[in-house]
């Protein structure tokens, strides 16, 4: 078994636990599946939606890290303390990684980035109460209150050069995984990702790496795990909604290197595909109680990044995403598949 780690990155409003659960019945193989944020706030409760998410019994033997947002430590430790008294968690992951502007205009998410005096505070103060909680024991341990910290980061806000600065703040507290997304905040999803800036990191940090960003094809895993061997984790999240069967078949990949067989390719199964696609409908159906408006968006939603595998069938795809009727949508998703 290859003994690389892959995690299906948090999309918000997108890979909530229906779509969790669909994507790992079908696909198993995602060693992990992070939850879009959680934002705590100064009343000390996770809101409905927020629960329904990440209560366990929603996610039932799928392998989930919920993902917090705030940039005030206090909020982080109670959230981190409730996600694993509550709810049974023993990793959290804080996001300074999130581009949305009315995120960083709150200066959360990579918007934390551009104070690195503020985030050195946030992590001091974070991992000061850790400590005096500990009790010689390991964060994540049954013993301790506390959850393991990963974060999830961007290079900076503007400019790459502001890394050197941020990894030099990461490199201070015993976070327990540092995935990197290899673009600043100005960048959102365009351009090419900064590979360069990645190998800095990969040189200069103490932490455990996991790579993020524009891993679409097998040749762009095989680029990345060429250019960074050292990197046993690899997070993907908007190209694993295009193609669901992505990590099988870096997987696939990986198991034939190892046997020393040669590589005669991977055929993703469009019978798998359309099972996904309609136990996810359905999932939607039961979740919002027929409510055919709400399924549609969802559903939309979905096909914004799969029309990607059926370049020939754009008209009728387009012409699916304007229904505004279930039955309309689904006897046009029948053509499609």
């Known amino acids: 078994m290859s003994d690389i780690k892959f995690y299906f990155a948090p999309m918000e409003g997108v890979t909530g636990y229906t779509l969790r659960n669909v994507h790992h019945a079908c696909y198993p193989g995602v060693d992990a599946y992070f939850t879009p944020f959680i934002a705590p706030n100064q009343y000390h409760a996770v809101n409905p939606k927020e629960h329904r998410d990440v209560v366990q019994a929603n996610n039932a033997g799928v392998p989930v890290i919920p993902q917090v947002l705030t940039n005030k430590a206090e909020l982080f430790l109670w959230s981190a303390r409730e996600l694993k008294e509550k709810y049974g968690y023993n990793e959290v992951n804080l996001n300074l990684g999130c581009p949305s502007k009315t995120v960083v205009s709150k200066h959360k998410g990579s918007g934390f980035l551009e104070d690195t005096e503020k985030l050195d505070r946030f992590f001091d103060e974070v991992f000061s109460a850790v400590e005096a909680a500990s009790s010689q024991s390991e964060p994540g341990s049954a013993e301790n209150i506390y959850p393991r910290i990963s974060v999830k980061t961007r290079l900076g806000l503007d400019s790459v050069e502001e890394f050197v600065e941020i990894l030099r703040v990461y490199n201070k507290y015993p976070l327990s995984e540092l995935i990197i997304h ?29 790579y993020n960003g524009d891993i679409w094809t097998l040749e762009d895993y095989i680029r990345i795990r060429e250019l960074f061997p050292s990197v046993k984790k690899i997070m993907i999240g908007r190209p694993l909604m295009a193609n669901p069967e992505l990590v099988q078949e870096l997987q696939a990949y990986e198991e034939c290197m190892e046997s020393g067989r040669e590589w005669n390719g991977y055929e993703n199964s469009m019978v798998l595909l359309k099972k996904f696609h309609d136990k996810l409908l359905q999932g939607y159906l039961d979740r919002m109680n027929g409510d055919g408006n709400n399924v549609l968006f969802k559903m939309k939603e979905l096909w914004g990044f799969m029309s990607r595998q059926f370049p020939e069938k754009e008209r009728l795809i387009k012409k699916m995403v304007k229904a505004n009727k279930i039955e309309e949508y689904e006897r046009l998703a029948e053509q499609v598949f």
Do not use: I, M, N, W
């Not at 100005?186 to 790496?209: I, N, Q, R």
């Open 182 to 210: 290899a673009r600043v905040q100005k960048e959102f999803y365009k351009g090419e990702p900064h590979l360069d800036a990645f190998g800095d990191a990969v040189k200069e940090t103490k932490h455990s790496l996991c």
